[in-house]
């Protein structure tokens, strides 16, 4: 095992065996287990009578370019991928070319002045796709709708189908997840330790993203929230870090989430600053822990959207509510089952069991009805036959910190 050059040991929790992704150049799945996608792809292209894909690039939560080829993807890289034929992907830059070489090494890097559209154009046309069904995977513009219908292709979009495929997880799957896990405890026990009075909003993420880009993980969100415990007017963190300071007696809640690859972890913790937690945030954390603890027993393969809604009672009962999601799946996307609370569904409950190695965020966001005071627990964890495993590390509670 190599060890860190600056640091002088491996990242925190992560086992030997998965250290030499960590050294790899390109880190890469096995040949199994890009062939498993591929047989799950080319089964839903099938059903949806499609002869070929395109596939446009998303971000790197959930861009199916990525999942199917390993190449990191923008909304700028598209892909034709057929049954039968080598995988063309191209990139909207010519200095692109040589490392999504790297990175998809099965697949043809194609560059050329004409652009990706209308070089997916033209590679469909030339495997005489005109006529036949053209499957859309991915985030597909207006312009190049019409691009593709003006040039006689019928589309069906597979996103659907997608999602569906993105549910469960593979155990090699879920090894990057413990990698990106482990990076998001980094972030989270950063801000911990090294939170000062005085600091800024900006000073706080800058704390975060140190903590991993060592260890070569990167940015998916990291979202803090600060206000004074005895008049606050904030409740969920914010997505933008704003021009505020970090005062003695503030809050501190915040959601981080480190890629690994296209694989991140999310974990969600509640901090009090040089000062003891008030008695309104006292309540609102115990609720929240409350019911994290309530929903964790009945998360399992087999639990139902209404058996999770049932057990997150707590919140109710207290006079307090949400303003997130209480569970939502993740890895590969914003994932079902998508659920609020009975009093606060976040949309019509879904019709889906909780199955084995699905992946779920579990985060009791508790806040004041008048949405001026909140809290943030949670984590990701990975359903199992009979409850699920736990894949963060990061100190659990209420912690006074700064001093």
Request: glycine fraction near 8%; charged fraction near 20%; include cysteine.
């Amino acid at each position: 095992m190599t060890l860190h050059p600056r640091l002088g040991a491996k990242p925190p929790r992560i086992p030997d065996r998965l250290v030499p992704l960590l050294e790899a150049a390109a880190p890469h799945f096995s040949a199994a287990e890009m062939q498993r996608r591929r047989i799950a792809f080319e089964q839903a292209l099938s059903e949806a009578g499609a002869s070929h894909a395109l596939v446009v690039g998303t971000d790197r939560r959930m861009s199916a370019l990525q999942w199917l080829t390993e190449l990191p993807s923008s909304n700028l890289n598209m892909g034709v991928l057929s049954p039968g034929e080598p995988d063309l992907l191209f990139v909207p830059y010519p200095n692109h070319v040589a490392q999504a070489q790297m990175l998809a090494p099965d697949a043809t890097v194609v560059w050329d002045a004409k652009g990706p559209a209308a070089l997916a154009v033209e590679t469909l046309c030339g495997r005489g796709a005109k006529g036949q069904t053209i499957a859309i995977l991915g985030q597909c513009n207006y312009a190049l709708v019409q691009q593709l219908a003006n040039s006689g292709f019928k589309l069906v979009d597979l996103n659907r189908a997608y999602n569906a495929m993105r549910l469960i997880k593979s155990d090699e799957e879920f090894d990057w997840a413990r990698i990106g896990c482990a990076l998001s405890d980094l972030g989270i026990e950063a801000l911990a330790d090294e939170i000062m009075p005085g600091m800024s909003e900006h000073e706080l993420a800058t704390l975060i993203e140190r903590a991993y880009l060592p260890w070569g993980g990167a940015t998916h969100i990291h979202y803090v929230g600060l206000t004074q415990m005895s008049d606050p007017d904030c409740c969920v963190p914010s997505q933008f870090p704003r021009a505020r300071r970090v005062n003695a007696g503030d809050v501190v809640f915040a959601e981080i989430s480190a890629l690994f690859s296209a694989y991140s972890g999310q974990v969600l913790r509640t901090l009090a600053v040089a000062a003891d937690p008030t008695p309104l945030y006292r309540d609102l954390h115990a609720v929240a822990e409350e019911t994290f603890n309530a929903v964790l027993k009945v998360l399992k393969s087999g639990a139902t959207p209404i058996e999770i809604l049932d057990a997150a009672a707590p919140i109710a009962r207290s006079g307090f509510t949400v303003c997130d999601d209480l569970l939502h799946g993740f890895i590969g996307g914003y994932l079902p089952p998508v659920l609020g609370t009975h009093e606060r569904p976040s949309g019509p409950i879904p019709d889906l069991v909780l199955r084995e190695n699905m992946a779920v965020v579990l985060q009791p966001s508790v806040v004041t009805r008048d949405h001026k005071a909140g809290v943030q627990i949670g984590e990701l964890l990975r359903i199992t036959h009979d409850g699920v495993e736990r894949l963060h590390q990061a100190p659990w509670g209420f912690r006074r910190v700064g001093g």
